[in-house]
């Protein structure tokens, strides 16, 4: 059975996805009142495998009508299923209103590059000591036609 799309992610769906090892301290640091505010900004999607367990975890944030930042938190589980995820992320992010769409990723993670190209996503910058380690991450754009 191919993997289920939930048209919103839910608190319990972030709170429960097995993070892939990159993303795990996040995952982690994720409390079910930062879950809720993350998913009340706006739109978001979850899939689950066959089996029930969250696959991806995705969304986005609203700035202005034509602006939007990206996040997406994967499974460690999700590799098997990267055909479907990205066809099904790709036309979420088609859905949306805005044109441009940006997203970060942390410096130094090349399944989190790979996978901002993969969904037309092109580099803008380096934005030094960025995330909450400090780290510096890349800025991502998607400019929608």
Request: hydrophobic fraction near 45%; include cysteine; charged fraction near 20%.
């Amino acid at each position: 059975m191919p993997p289920r799309i939930h048209n919103t992610a839910t608190v319990d769906d972030l709170l429960s996805i097995e993070a892939q090892p990159e993303q795990r301290a996040f995952a982690a640091a994720l409390t079910r009142d930062a879950a809720a505010a993350l998913l009340a900004a706006g739109p978001s999607r979850s899939i689950t495998d066959d089996a029930g367990r969250v696959l991806l975890c995705c969304g986005v944030i609203f700035f202005h009508p034509n602006r939007a930042h990206a996040w997406t938190l994967l499974s460690g589980r999700a590799s098997r299923h990267m055909p479907f995820l990205v066809k099904s992320v790709l036309k979420f992010l088609e859905s949306l209103p805005c044109r441009r769409v940006e997203m970060t990723i942390r410096q130094g993670f090349s399944a989190g590059v790979k996978w901002a190209r993969i969904l037309g996503f092109r580099p803008e910058g380096v934005m030094r000591a960025y995330d909450e380690n400090g780290d510096n991450c890349i800025l991502y754009a998607r400019i929608q036609q």
